[in-house]
């Protein structure tokens, strides 16, 4: 406990250094400004942060990124609450008591929720990952090659199964994540797979391509292919932020406690991230809250609620993709990514090889969190003018970000040419409704997943009862079939409800 | 009904076409074999085994069993699937209500890469900016010109400059401009 607090304390200092407290500043404004603007998704404006950061040293750049995925959860926010545009799907919720509230004429108190909102899920979110992730990392110790695969299968299960949308489509796109991370040579035998004799695809598949692509070149194809329809919208006007009394905030301190713990849950669990709990926060206000019968008029809870449960899932995150390695968010994925290409492998060691990086992390979170909530409530005004600009300028420059990002990589052109590929097959998973995360962590955890895979098999003789046989392991994999078999149940039943509801409106008509 | 059906299953009958041919390719990779080794080709004939099984079931569940898209059937049954992700059975329409902006959108993305080497990156740089934003139905001549020369000056001097990234500076007479544009900016 006193190390912990130790430690922290050290990472308060460290964050002091010029680099580090630049990177939390410029993370916090561009988390906003990407957040406010609905052309640009958190994962997007994270994903083209990474080339100015190429010749970043790793704590800097995380600092930066994790103040990006912080801020982004609130940003939107006002955006929703005075505009009616959501800029993530996260901010959806805040429609229904947000804007109902501003449109009856309280805007300043409903933008004065949010912020004690993001405060509390900000502040609650850098406290469980500091609390989570030694135990989390003194666990994960003790895992072998089967552990290994298993969590990893379960990382890779949790975002098939927990994302929004159809589970069929979401691992059709992790089995062509999966299968992009075998392209080229075969790290046990050496071989040479799916490359075709195309120099290109002897290298391999680089994992940034494939989110850059698909994230920032894709959306930027599906904007256009609707013809850049947002309308720009004058950001100038009043806005203010009146925060509410401490003894009005007390009377919410239950609707504060089950967002909460909705949040931090959500984070930990690989797949559910900022948009799930954002929405089950609130779902669970509109079944169990107090107010219940009042959610959508614009009362407080339909604003705390979700807000609290999206900030708060950003240190859930955190903790897994530090204390295993495995990234459970688009977000958080691309964090992976920073640290792999600084050659920096997150996992159980990490707590005890880079603890000084770890905690100067968890340090920037809290600061970050007061940081966002200050540039809230003092700027946010002129950041809402960014609202402004036409969509199509703004995406034109997404695309170059896009090319100038895998072009800083490695000075390759060929690296231009997958941009374009999976910029294309990007735009194609939105068409058809393919959800993009799933490939982007099947591309990344592919390698990690196949490696321990035929680690286990070489040291267990093939025998593959091993994932079931040994107790975390096993305990794991039963997870793993529970969270692809509830939302199964989940869809059986609802199609059972909904045809039961079309005979009984065939029968009364 | 069947256009619709049909519509529906061509992306899951070109993945699974694709499957199956990659799977034909996993038996044809070269490695020195000895026995009792699983081989390179088990960890991908696992992936495009699930591929296939999963595009078959979708192609008999669209084939077969949709009749039309329902209200919500949503895999987590929360409120999230019905706002982030429409459901599943829902026509993908509205992706292209322009495709001919689309198309022209890709091909002015595939001449940027192919003339990027030869034009230098300033150059091939504004004339991306400027021709995406008449694409994308921006009409103000003014504003076009002027930030897509100021952004792709913008982008020369923090990316040549301050991040040091080398960026393609073109041949012959395109190359004496972008030496002209790095003098400029004070780029040596």
Redesign the interface.
């Known amino acids: 406990m006193f190390d912990v607090l130790h430690q922290l304390a050290l990472g308060f200092h460290h964050l002091l250094s010029v680099e580090n407290a630049a990177a939390l500043v410029v993370g916090l404004i561009v988390g906003m400004l990407v957040a406010v603007l609905p052309g640009l998704t958190l994962v997007m404006g994270v994903v083209l942060a990474l080339?100015?950061t190429?010749?970043m040293d790793v704590t800097p750049l995380i600092v930066l990124l994790t103040a990006m995925y912080l801020s982004g959860t609130y940003g939107g926010a006002f955006t929703s609450i005075l505009f009616r545009i959501p800029g993530e799907?996260l901010d959806?919720?805040l429609l229904w008591d947000g804007y109902t509230m501003a449109r009856n004429g309280r805007p300043a108190q409903a933008l004065g929720w949010t912020l004690l909102a993001a405060l509390w899920g900000g502040l609650i979110t850098a406290v469980s990952a500091v609390a989570l992730a030694v135990p989390f990392a003194k666990f994960a110790l003790r895992f072998d090659a089967p552990e290994y695969f298993a969590i990893v299968l379960f990382g890779l299960t949790g975002a098939v199964?927990?994302?929004?949308?159809?589970?069929?489509?979401?691992?059709?796109s992790l089995?062509?994540g999966?299968?992009l991370a075998?392209v080229g040579v075969?790290p046990?035998?050496?071989?040479?797979?799916?490359s075709f004799g195309v120099p290109m695809l002897t290298d391999g598949v680089e994992y940034l391509t494939v989110m850059v692509g698909a994230y920032g070149?894709g959306e930027?194809?599906?904007r256009?292919?609707?013809?850049?329809a947002t309308t720009p919208v004058d950001g100038g006007g009043k806005i203010e932020t009146s925060l509410p009394r401490w003894r009005e905030t007390w009377r919410f301190k239950a609707t504060v406690a089950r967002s909460s713990v909705i949040g931090v849950l959500c984070g930990i669990v690989p797949g559910a991230g900022a948009?799930?709990g954002?929405?089950?926060a609130?779902?669970v206000e509109v079944q169990h809250g107090k107010r219940r019968a009042q959610m959508g008029s614009g009362i407080p809870e339909g604003i705390i609620a979700p807000q609290i449960a999206s900030t708060a899932t950003v240190g859930g995150h955190m903790v897994p993709l530090l204390a295993l390695g495995i990234p459970g968010s688009g977000a958080t994925a691309v964090i992976l990514g920073a640290f792999l290409l600084h050659g920096v492998q997150p996992g159980p060691q990490i707590l005890q090889n880079e603890a000084g990086m770890v905690y100067t992390i968890f340090a920037s979170m809290f600061a970050a969190v007061i940081g966002m909530c200050l540039l809230g409530y003092f700027a946010i005004k002129p950041l809402v003018r960014v609202l402004r600009l036409?969509?199509?300028?703004t995406?034109?420059?997404v695309?170059?970000f896009c090319?100038?990002g895998a072009?800083?990589a490695r000075?390759s052109?060929t690296d231009?040419?997958m941009i374009?590929i999976f910029?294309?097959v990007g735009?194609?998973f939105?068409?058809?409704?393919?959800?993009i995360a799933p490939m982007v962590l099947g591309c990344i955890l592919g390698p990690v997943a196949?490696t321990s895979?035929?680690t286990s098999?070489i040291a267990y003789?093939?025998d593959w009862t091993i994932f079931f046989t040994r107790p975390i392991s096993g305990t794991v994999m039963v997870l793993i079939l529970l969270a692809l078999a509830v939302?199964c149940v989940?869809?059986l039943?609802?199609?059972h409800r909904?045809r039961r509801a079309t005979a009984v409106e065939a029968g009364g008509g | 009904m069947v256009t619709d059906k049909l519509k529906a299953v061509v992306p899951y009958a070109t993945l699974l076409a694709g499957a199956a041919f990659l799977y034909h390719e996993t038996g044809r990779f070269a490695y020195a074999a000895k026995p009792g080794e699983l081989g390179p080709g088990v960890w991908p004939k696992a992936i495009l085994l699930l591929l296939i099984a999963v595009c078959v079931y979708e192609i008999v569940r669209r084939t077969l069993f949709v009749r039309r898209a329902p209200k919500c059937v949503a895999a987590t049954e929360t409120l999230a699937a019905d706002a982030a992700d429409p459901a599943p059975e829902a026509p993908p329409a509205d992706a292209a209500r322009h495709p001919y902006r689309l198309l022209a959108g890709i091909t002015l993305t595939v001449l940027y890469v192919l003339v990027l080497d030869t034009l230098g990156f300033f150059l091939a740089t504004a004339l991306y900016l400027a021709l995406f934003m008449v694409v994308g139905r921006y009409r103000r001549a003014g504003v076009i010109a002027a930030t897509s020369v100021v952004g792709s000056l913008a982008f020369v001097f923090v990316f040549m400059k301050v991040v040091y990234v080398s960026l393609p500076l073109g041949t012959g007479p395109f190359q004496a401009v972008s030496v002209w544009i790095l003098g400029l900016l004070g780029i040596r």
């Open positions: 080339p100015f190429y010749g799907p959806v919720p199964a927990l994302g929004s949308g159809s589970v069929t489509n979401a691992l059709v089995c062509i999966l299968l075998t075969d046990t035998y050496g071989a040479d797979r799916f070149l930027v194809l599906a256009m292919g609707q013809g850049f948009t799930v954002s929405f089950i609130y779902g036409p969509e199509a300028v995406s034109a420059f695309a170059l090319f100038v072009y800083s000075n052109v231009l040419w374009v910029g294309v735009y194609l939105e068409k058809y409704r393919f959800p196949e895979f035929m098999m003789q093939n939302p989940s869809r039943r609802a199609n909904a």
